[in-house]
């Protein structure tokens, strides 16, 4: 009998995957969204930037200031730091860094002016 073990790898995933996303392509004309952690974090970024009243609402296309939503948003950020510390890229830590520090800044900046 031989020694070597012969394994089967079922890879009929890959091309599932790969015609859902051209059926996808097809109809909506655009490739789709590739998830990353910077689109992520990027995303609780901006939603942050409008609960700092520093950008406008899609949906009402005003500017609502939520002082407590932004730093509910700036908290959870720096969790995801403390969380992922070590396990993130060299840019995507940097990125982390410089945006709990624009949003910091910008939370201290309202925060002075509302007293």
Do not use: C
């Not at 031989?2 to 089967?8: F, M, Q, R, V």
């Not at 901006?46 to 509910?72: C, F, R, S, Y």
């Amino acid at each position: 009998m031989s020694d070597e073990i012969k394994k089967h790898v079922d890879e009929s995933w890959k091309d599932a995957v790969g015609e859902e996303k051209d059926k996808v392509e097809a109809e909506n004309g655009e490739p789709p969204v590739e998830v990353s952690f910077g689109l992520f974090i990027t995303g609780l970024m901006m939603e942050a930037v409008m609960a700092l009243g520093d950008l406008e609402n899609p949906v009402t296309h005003k500017k609502e200031p939520n002082l407590q939503h932004a730093k509910i948003l700036i908290d959870t950020l720096e969790m995801l730091k403390e969380k992922t510390k070590n396990n993130l890229s060299k840019d995507e830590d940097e990125a982390m860094g410089s945006i709990l520090y624009d949003l910091r800044m910008r939370f201290v900046a309202k925060a002075g002016k509302k007293k």
